[in-house]
């Protein structure tokens, strides 16, 4: 099952252990139909036109997502080297 591709309005039948919603870097909306993912810096997206200060937004992910960060190994992965 391709967990990226879920209705987020949609609870699926079986929820994967690995989903973003169980992550630790998972932060939910106010809505709890998306979230942030707060695993890398927030990404730039524009200035804003009143103010001019530059604006930031950390990436928007469905709680059913998944992402890199539960392959196998990653745990180990400060030990490579």
Request: net charge negative; glycine share 8%; proline share 9%.
């Amino acid at each position: 099952m391709n967990w990226s591709n879920l209705d987020m309005d949609e609870e699926p039948a079986m929820l994967a252990p690995e989903a973003c919603e169980n992550c630790f870097f998972y932060k939910a909306a106010r809505s709890r139909k998306h979230g942030f993912c707060q695993a890398n810096p927030p990404q730039f997206t524009h200035v804003d036109g009143d103010s001019g200060f530059p604006r930031f937004f950390f990436p928007v992910v469905s709680p059913h997502a998944w992402c890199g960060k539960w392959e196998e190994g990653d745990e180990d992965a400060g030990d490579k080297g």
